[in-house]
T-cell receptor, first 113, second 112 residues
């Protein structure tokens, strides 16, 4: 069974602060996605990383895939209240069917004005 | 706006009712998925269809019955549900393989 450990589970910060969310596993993933979900909506895809060591930037968000493709991080610079939401990492394992995503437990981020 | 459309957005039903959830995508995706999500938790996979054939059933109770009439549509038929089945039901689609999944906004289901 593949597991993705996501931390922290809850994060409450002030607008303008920086933060990092981590996803770690002992398993190798062929790709990893990050999603953000707001109340009453489905998860929205933010990024997909596929290459070990890959770094992708999306405005104030920086995503990194570990060299061994077992871990990933999401860094937000100068957080805004609009960044509030549930952040989910999800990976496709190299040993499993490409149709099966392994989700982390999620990070509930609250950015206070 | 999501490219995966789910209807209805909200559904309240009694334990003896029969209802259906619908999902539609026009991105040419050949894999479609049903997930169940409880509050503040990640989605849990229920079913996967690949090229209109059921490829994964995660030991879901038979009171949930999926159907894929064509490559763009996915239904979930509900019958004799229990209160613990109340949740957000999400549909997703992808090109398959390790390509990312795109989610709809879900149907919020409440069982009385």
């Amino acid at each position: 069974t593949q597991l993705l450990e996501q931390s922290p589970q809850f994060l409450s910060i002030q607008e303008g602060e920086n933060l990092t969310v981590y996803c770690n596993s002992s398993s190798v993933f062929s790709s990893l996605q990050w999603y953000r979900q707001e109340p009453g909506e489905g998860p929205v895809l933010l990024v997909t990383v596929v290459t070990g060591g890959e770094v992708k930037k999306l405005k104030r968000l920086t995503f990194q895939f570990g060299d061994a493709r077992k871990d990933s991080s999401l860094h937000i610079t100068a957080a805004q209240t609009g960044d509030t939401g549930l952040y989910l990492c999800a990976g496709v394992g190299v040993e499993t069917s490409g149709s099966r995503l392994t989700f982390g437990e999620g990070t509930q981020l609250t950015v206070n004005p | 706006d999501t490219e995966v459309t789910q209807t209805p957005k909200h559904l309240v039903m009694g334990m003896t009712n029969k209802k259906s959830l619908k999902c539609e995508q026009h991105m040419g995706h050949r894999a479609m998925y049903w997930y169940k999500q409880k509050a503040k938790k990640p989605p849990e996979l229920m079913f996967v269809y690949s090229y209109e054939k059921l490829s994964i059933n995660e030991s879901v109770p038979s009171r949930f019955s999926p159907e894929c009439p064509n490559s763009s549509l996915l239904n979930l038929h509900l019958h004799a549900l229990q209160p613990e089945d109340s949740a957000l039901y999400l549909c997703a689609s992808s090109l398959g393989g390790n390509q990312p999944q795109h989610f709809g906004d879900g149907t919020r289901l409440s069982i009385l």
